[in-house]
C-alpha cells in the first residue's frame, strides 16, 4: 500500500473516532506520522468523547496489570521468606523485639523517670508481635497489658466492630479494649477501619 493510501485510511479511520494506538494496528506507520496526518482532522464531541473513555480505560487496563504483578512479586517474596527463615529462636525474637521497640516505641525520658513501656502501631501484624515479644522474652502476662485504640472520628459508630477486629487480630478478650479515644478527621479522609485504627500497647516492666 502506497503512503498516500495509507494515509487516507488513517483520515477514515480517525472520523471513525479511532484512537492513535487502533489506527497504528492497521497502518503500520510511526505515531509521529499519524498524528502529522490527524491533526487537521475534525471530530465530533461524541467522537472525542469516545476516545476519552478508551484512553482512561486503556489507562486502567495498564494499572491494573502493574498492579497485579506488583502484588504477584510481593506474595512470591513473603512465600520465599517464609520458606528461607521458617522458625525464629528466642534470642532472634529478642532481636526482632528490641529493633521494633527502638523504632516504634515510646522511651524513658530524664524528667519522666519509671514511665510504662510504651508500643502504638496500626499494623495488626506488628502489635502482635510486640506482645509475642514482651511475654517471651519479658515474662509479661496478659493481666500487665493496658490497650487503648485511637479512632478516627468517622468511625465513632463502630466502635464495637473495631473492638472485634482488634480483639480477632491479638487473640484477646474484648474487655481488653475499653480504652477509646478519638482522632479528628482531615476534610474528606475515607480510612478503611484497620488504617483509622492505632493501637496503644503499654507494659509495666
Not at 528466642?90 to 508500643?119: C, H, M, N, Q
Not at 515474662?139 to 485504640?149: A, H, P, T
Request: aromatic residues 8%; contains cysteine; glycine residues 4%.
Amino acid at each position: 500500500m502506497v503512503k498516500q493510501d495509507l494515509k487516507q485510511k488513517a483520515i477514515t479511520l480517525r472520523k471513525q473516532g479511532k484512537t492513535y494506538s487502533e489506527i497504528m494496528k492497521e497502518v503500520p506507520v510511526a505515531k509521529s506520522t499519524i498524528s502529522l496526518w490527524l491533526r487537521e482532522v475534525g471530530l465530533s464531541v461524541a467522537q472525542r468523547q469516545n476516545i476519552t473513555v478508551k484512553r482512561q480505560q486503556a489507562q486502567k487496563r495498564g494499572a491494573d496489570a502493574q498492579r497485579s504483578k506488583r502484588i504477584k512479586k510481593q506474595t512470591d517474596l513473603i512465600e520465599n521468606a517464609l520458606k528461607d527463615i521458617k522458625s525464629i529462636s528466642k534470642r532472634e525474637l529478642w532481636l526482632i523485639g528490641t529493633a521494633l521497640y527502638w523504632a516504634e516505641g515510646a522511651k524513658e525520658k530524664d524528667y519522666r523517670p519509671s514511665s510504662r513501656v510504651s508500643f502504638s502501631n496500626s499494623d495488626p501484624k506488628m502489635i502482635a508481635l510486640f506482645i509475642k515479644w514482651i511475654k517471651e522474652c519479658i515474662g509479661l502476662k496478659n493481666d500487665d497489658l493496658i490497650l487503648s485504640l485511637y479512632i478516627h472520628e468517622s468511625h465513632s459508630d463502630r466502635i464495637m466492630e473495631v473492638k472485634k477486629l482488634w480483639s480477632n487480630y491479638l487473640n484477646l478478650p474484648l474487655s481488653f479494649f475499653n480504652n477509646i479515644y478519638f482522632k479528628k478527621n482531615k476534610i474528606n479522609t475515607r480510612r478503611k477501619i484497620q488504617e483509622s485504627c492505632i493501637l496503644a500497647f503499654y507494659g509495666l516492666i
